[in-house]
């Protein structure tokens, strides 16, 4: 495994965990919502889940980013567990053939599918290799100036944008309302009635 490879997972899961985050704050009920759609377990469908999932979520990218080695092994195998944790629970809500709406990137009109699955298991196992790249003392963001080439950049940049991809596709537009079409010719009957009543009543005071 290179190098390049090892130093772009952290960044690369670091910021799908950033964006993720920052998207879920302040997203109280949505985020209790999706847990329910999601199936999981009663004890976490909790508020104070929803308002401390994000923040983990950030804390985790940031450490992924600027920690280095021993204190970096813990935002890995945090990130390590809670992909696992979507993966399982995606692929369980694929399972069951069901439409599924989930929060994860802080919008619940995305409709989890098989590409949703496929998404999560790339960035697992990008996470897998975060842990591996703890093997480096040292933070990413240090090794990230300490003179990477112009080429290496471009990599990371590729890598990056090939996840946000993956991202982008999981996404689905939020169904519009149904509304039931109207029939030309129809009418309310009963406020048809009741403007006759009206008018028969105004007719009867004038006599």
Not at 20 to 40: F, H, I, M, P, Y
Not at 57 to 71: K, Q, R, S
Not at 84 to 110: D, K, M, P
Request: net charge positive.
């Amino acid at each position: 495994m290179s190098a390049l490879t090892l130093l772009a997972a952290p960044l690369v899961v670091a910021g799908v965990f950033l964006l993720s985050g920052v998207a879920k704050l302040g997203d109280v009920s949505d985020g209790v919502r999706g847990l329910r759609e999601l199936e999981v377990p009663d004890i976490l469908v909790r508020d104070w889940v929803a308002r401390a999932h994000p923040i983990a979520e950030i804390l985790i990218a940031i450490g992924l980013v600027v920690l280095a080695t021993p204190w970096r092994v813990i935002a890995a195998l945090a990130a390590v567990g809670l992909m696992a944790a979507y993966t399982v629970l995606v692929i369980a809500a694929v399972r069951r053939a069901r439409e599924v709406q989930c929060n994860c990137f802080g919008r619940r009109s995305e409709v989890i599918n098989r590409r949703t699955a496929v998404r999560n298991l790339a960035l697992l196992a990008l996470a897998l290799l975060a842990l591996v790249d703890c093997r480096e003392p040292s933070a990413p963001i240090l090794r990230v100036f300490s003179g990477l080439d112009p080429l290496v950049w471009s990599a990371i940049i590729a890598v990056t944008s090939g996840v946000a991809w993956l991202i982008g596709r999981g996404y689905a537009a939020a169904p519009a309302p149904i509304v039931a079409p109207t029939q030309p010719g129809r009418f309310d009957r009963s406020a048809d009635r009741d403007r006759n009543g009206d008018r028969d009543g105004a007719v009867g005071g004038d006599v």
